[in-house]
């Protein structure tokens, strides 16, 4: 498939007058061609407009055509071929097996979410028939299903330009709600975003879904962007990115005539703390996996491994000079924009001038925009001392505190903000330790692991990819599992409603045959 560097508008091809943007080879920084239009304000108001007449008749699709657009959308991205994988590693610099894994996380959301949208369940129906000879007052009829929110703006990714951008999490779980969705792709790889909302246009067609279920959109500055956050028809947005951008979001959304739900993931640092027993009987193999997790895909994760906390003893001294060996050998790699690269460079520097801090070791040095692995290390008092030492470094850049006790570690604890995961390196003897600490950990993050590290998520029923802010924007939410789908999904209760005018969930004779809930009791 050829990449035009156009706008999809519903089933409509056009060219952005806004500027240009240009795709950048990861690797050496240079411009990549075609170059693409960024949307007007007229573009905006034609998607916003389409997304809006779409919705009535979206929402109302049988969950067996629902489902089976979305596997269409799955298929339609796998037909793509080596096309995408080869454009999505020139502009990200990720290796081969990365994006392909990434692709195949991608069309597995997909199948996850046709899965959901055929079993019902994600409709929550309740029923609480109507019971007239109550005493005092008789009791109405009471029926609830939920629906979905309206359009949904989905702001595409950095370090997932698959698996969390054109057809990732947030635009699979929204669609699978019933919402039609408006992707901002991001500049980063505007190929990539143009080749899957390709796929996605395509599948709309077949699927004979409506026109407006899915625009996608280049910005090449903030203001369609920012625009597309106020417009009065979009109901929530969906984001990944920095802070700073999440928090601008989340000001404009509830900035507006009517305040709607921003789903941001920003800025987390995952801890990692590491328990004296679990390094007096595995320091070397925790060390190994703790430098293979933080230097993946260049450090380029959300949940990577950028605090470890730990009390001060013979092991932990032992696990520092592990560390450091299996650091010294990791070679430098590619970032995904010269950008990100820049970012990180400074923030390490940052943490290498600092009075307050330690070099531990360094992985090799590299060329151009690759980056060169770090691990510092400082004291529980400093650390409390210095909150700028709690920032997020986005790369393979990583702190070590050093406590004192246990009381040390649980002060470090109680200092940091909210968390994407925390996890915690431990033996069997090691349960009360755990119990514990459980209650801190629990108002820290949203997933918490034993004897793991964070990076790796899979996309499941029980997964919780979200935190307390600034982890997320939401911390009742998640953006990866099926139960991010709630995200897109609000309550209706219906009263006294004639049998024949309400939902299929809802009627007595279930013709969905969905799990419904009646008179507090589970039935098919």
Do not use: W
């Not at 993050?445 to 034993?450: F, S, Y």
Request: proline letters at 5%; a negative charge.
């Amino acid at each position: 498939m050829t990449i035009t560097g156009d706008m999809l508008i519903g089933q409509q091809v056009t060219r952005g007058q806004n500027g240009e943007i240009f795709g950048v080879d990861a690797g050496t920084g240079e411009q990549l061609l075609p170059s693409f239009g960024g949307a007007t304000l007229s573009d905006l108001e034609k998607a916003c407009q389409l997304a809006d007449h779409a919705f009535d008749d979206y929402r109302e699709v049988s969950l067996e055509k629902r489902a089976a657009f979305l596997e269409r959308i799955a298929a339609n991205i796998l037909d793509l071929g080596d096309a995408l994988v080869e454009r999505c590693m020139l502009e990200t610099g990720l290796p081969r097996a990365r994006i392909e894994g990434e692709r195949g996380r991608t069309v597995g959301q997909l199948s996850l979410f046709a899965s959901v949208v055929r079993d019902g369940r994600f409709l929550d129906p309740r029923i609480d028939p109507a019971i007239p000879d109550r005493k005092p007052l008789p009791r109405v009829d009471l029926r609830l299903r939920n629906v979905p929110l309206g359009p949904v703006a989905v702001f595409g990714a950095s370090n997932f330009p698959l698996a969390f951008s054109v057809a990732g999490g947030d635009t699979a779980s929204a669609l699978a709600a019933g919402c039609p969705v408006i992707v901002k792709a991001h500049s980063a790889h505007p190929g990539t975003s143009e080749l899957v909302g390709r796929a996605i246009q395509k599948a709309v067609r077949e699927c004979n879904m409506p026109e407006g279920v899915f625009s996608l959109l280049f910005d090449s500055g903030r203001t369609v962007g920012q625009s597309l956050v106020a417009d009065h028809r979009i109901k929530a947005v969906g984001f990944t990115g920095s802070r700073t951008g999440g928090v601008a979001l989340m000001h404009i959304a509830a900035g507006r005539e009517e305040p709607i739900p921003v789903y941001a993931e920003m800025s987390s640092i995952n801890p990692v703390i590491l328990l004296e027993k679990a390094l007096v009987e595995r320091g070397e193999s925790i060390a190994k996996a703790f430098i293979a997790s933080l230097t993946q895909g260049a450090g380029q994760f959300c949940t990577n491994p950028g605090l470890l906390l730990a009390v001060e003893s013979p092991a932990l001294v032992e696990f520092e000079d592990h560390a450091v060996a299996a650091l010294e050998t990791t070679s430098a790699a590619t970032m995904l924009t010269p950008g990100i690269f820049k970012s990180y460079c400074a923030g390490v520097d940052r943490l290498q001038n600092h009075s307050a801090v330690k070099v531990l070791g360094r992985g090799n040095a590299g060329e151009k925009l690759q980056a060169q692995a770090a691990l510092f290390t400082t004291t529980a008092k400093e650390f409390l001392q210095h909150e700028d030492l709690r920032e997020e470094v986005f790369g393979s850049s990583s702190l070590l505190v050093r406590c004192h006790d246990d009381k040390d570690l649980k002060a470090v604890l109680s200092s940091l903000e909210g968390q994407l995961t925390i996890a915690v390196h431990l033996t069997g003897e090691d349960d009360q330790t755990l119990k514990n600490l459980l209650p801190t950990l629990e108002k820290k993050a949203g997933r918490i692991l034993v004897n793991g590290f964070g990076t790796g998520v899979e996309v499941c029923h029980a997964m919780v990819h979200g935190g307390p802010f600034p982890a997320t924007s939401d911390t009742r939410t998640t953006s990866v599992g099926s139960l991010a789908i709630a995200r897109f999904l609000r309550p209706v209760s219906y009263q006294d409603f004639p049998d024949s005018v309400l939902p299929e969930a809802l009627q007595n004779a279930n013709p969905l045959g969905v799990i419904r809930l009646i008179n507090g009791s589970l039935e098919s």
